[in-house]
């Protein structure tokens, strides 16, 4: 079973940035999009930012300009380099990979969720 995982939330100041990381513990093939997605109390889970196969780079307009979104992909690694943080951007952020590990049609890879906290 393919597991994801992320790492590098916490707890910072506004202003400050954070380094989130993604990555799989099995190789996934025909990866077509990689991406990170966030959930604050209350609210529905919404796109942070994606990298999609034939289809270029996305962010939430509320995050660009100050997020950067990375892979790499041997590694079936994602990144999220997140600058200027705002209390607006606490929440629980998830990264997906949609891909495939056998035959069969692609699948979502969800991570379990990493906490980020920006006080004020």
């Known amino acids: 079973q393919v597991r994801v995982v992320e790492s590098g939330g916490g707890l910072v100041q506004a202003g400050g940035s954070l380094r989130l990381s993604c990555a799989a513990s099995e190789t996934i093939f025909s990866i077509n999009v990689m991406g990170w997605y966030r959930q604050a109390p209350g609210k529905q889970r919404e796109l942070v930012a994606s990298?999609?196969?034939?289809?270029?780079?996305n962010y939430a307009d509320s995050v660009r300009g100050r997020f950067t979104i990375s892979t790499d992909h041997p590694k079936n690694t994602v990144y999220l380099q997140m600058n200027s943080l705002k209390p607006e951007d606490t929440a629980v952020y998830y990264c997906r990979i949609r891909g495939r590990t056998g035959p069969g049609p692609l699948y979502d890879y969800w991570g379990q969720g990493t906490q980020v906290t920006v006080s004020s």
């Open positions: 990298i999609n196969s034939g289809a270029g780079t």
